[in-house]
């Protein structure tokens, strides 16, 4: 790996939320690069978390340090008794509820702008659990579905009315996700959002306490994954409703203020330009990987293997693949199907279900969850293919640490995944269980195809995927955020 150092070194701010330090993965890897790529500049993380967790994940080198933002855990020291303080925190809550309710980010801006200000005070717990919050947010709701039933405009998404549980429920929420308000911003020179969310409030957080401007980094879609997640949660509808204009205002105005907007995939500009973002702030950068660390795999297992690489999760559809497997082994009875990766806290019920397809189809003889594995590269060699079928990604490394081993991917057409492919896979839909079936069989059948496939693969990953690549476009890119030269 090449070392650049044609930039002064700075202090950046790093703000991440739910990957590094504290959880393995995708990000969490791309960050890890970027900091250890980076060496000559110091970076401070803040890291949001849902409960406070004990040792990191992620080894940290000289140049980081990181502490926790906790939304779930104790809640941060209390702010002043002062009338005057706690009857402006309540006027900005009311605020931040109008604006929830009308869709208005201006509005939106003022009241979270005004609770940063308070929150360098203290904390907002004591004020926002009170009666008369509940009151606040229950009154302020209703009277907007009241006028939403009575004017009944056409282009006024429906909010329906409260219940008071539903009012409680938001109270509640609205407390905890307002937290790293109150927060100490780190004093740096620039900041750096590794995701829209939570990371991106802490970077509008310390815009507005220390000046200091931020670039913003996605990797997924942060507002389309929570549309996802919330089909999927059994909320009520209004508290369904009121959450997802929050993440949506939210992630609009980080848009709005970042210095720049760096998507991990052209799939991901076209959301940023739809919630706000000025399409000249906007440079999209590619994950990268150092080739070395991922060398052409000289042989095939002689049996048809295909592998799998992730955390289980159900973005990555894991039970679409089992099925489509299904399918290549009634053709294929010697097929395997290799799972690698580990099942994060949470997610347990989802890897029992899993479990249980592959039981209920009778493929446990075939289909083996192997768990974490220490060199990540004995997963892609264990496979003459390489399997994708996620509902969700962003510019997922398994594809092109794949393609740099010169394993054929079949994958999914989700964010960036395509972009990454080319023409050195086989894209299929989402949730395409005949599809994903047909096109694993087409790969394990034809030796011819998978070689050309695959060296193509490879070739692809040297010209546009290297980390080299990804480093030197963020090591120019926090100097132009510093100095408003983002354009």
Not at 195 to 201: D, P, Q
Not at 207 to 234: D, Q, S
Not at 252 to 280: C, F, H, I, K
Not at 431 to 459: I, K, N, P, Y
Request: hydrophobic share 40%; glycine share 10%.
């Amino acid at each position: 790996m090449t070392s650049h150092h044609a930039s002064p070194a700075l202090r950046i701010a790093l703000y991440s939320e739910g990957t590094y330090p504290q959880a393995q993965g995708g990000v969490s890897v791309w960050v890890d690069q970027l900091v250890r790529g980076l060496e000559d500049h110091t970076f401070e993380v803040r890291a949001v978390s849902g409960l406070r967790y004990g040792q990191p994940a992620m080894e940290l080198p000289a140049n980081v340090h990181a502490e926790q933002v906790p939304l779930w855990s104790d809640p941060p020291p209390a702010g002043p008794r002062d009338p005057a303080w706690q009857r402006q925190l309540t006027d900005a809550y009311g605020t931040l509820i109008g604006a929830l309710c009308t869709l208005d980010l201006d509005a939106f801006e003022t009241a979270l702008r005004t609770l940063s200000a308070l929150g360098r005070r203290g904390g907002f717990t004591a004020t926002l659990e009170g009666r008369r919050v509940t009151t606040l947010t229950l009154t302020l709701w209703s009277e907007h579905a009241a006028r939403q039933r009575r004017d009944r405009a056409p282009d006024d998404p429906h909010l329906p009315t409260p219940s008071v549980a539903d009012a409680l429920d938001v109270q509640v929420w609205l407390e905890h996700a307002l937290r790293p308000l109150s927060s100490p911003a780190p004093l740096a020179q620039v900041g750096h959002a590794v995701s829209n969310g939570f990371a991106g409030l802490l970077a509008l957080h310390g815009l507005w306490t220390h000046g200091t401007p931020f670039i913003l980094t996605e990797h997924g879609v942060y507002l389309r994954e929570r549309y996802l997640e919330f089909r999927r949660a059994g909320y009520s509808a209004g508290f369904k409703g009121l959450l997802l204009r929050f993440y949506r205002l939210l992630c609009s105005l980080t848009y709005r203020r970042a210095a720049l907007v760096m998507p991990g995939s052209q799939y991901n500009r076209r959301w940023e330009e739809r919630l706000g973002a000025d399409p000249g702030r906007i440079r999209c950068v590619y994950n990268g990987i150092d080739p070395d660390v991922f060398p052409p795999a000289e042989l095939e297992p002689a049996e048809p293997v295909i592998s799998w690489v992730g955390r289980i999760d159900p973005l990555k559809d894991i039970e679409t693949l089992i099925r489509a497997f299904n399918l290549v082994h009634r053709q294929r009875p010697d097929a395997k199907l290799r799972l690698f990766g580990g099942t994060p806290a949470g997610n347990e019920s989802y890897a029992q279900t899993c479990v249980d397809l592959t039981h209920g189809l009778r493929l446990q003889g075939s289909v083996t969850f192997e768990g974490r594995v220490e060199d990540i590269t004995d997963a892609y060699r264990a496979g003459q293919v390489v399997a994708l079928t996620s509902v969700s990604e962003g510019f997922p490394y398994t594809v092109i640490e794949a393609m740099a081993m010169g394993r054929p991917p079949v994958a999914t057409r989700v964010g960036g995944v395509p972009e990454a492919v080319g023409n050195a896979g086989l894209i299929v839909r989402p949730r395409d269980v005949m599809g994903v079936a047909s096109a694993l069989g087409r790969l394990l059948d034809d030796a011819a195809l998978r070689q050309r496939l695959g060296a193509a693969a490879r070739e692809r990953v040297m010209e546009l995927f290297t980390l080299d690549g990804c480093l030197v476009a963020y090591r120019r890119a926090y100097p132009a955020a510093l100095t408003g030269s983002a354009r």
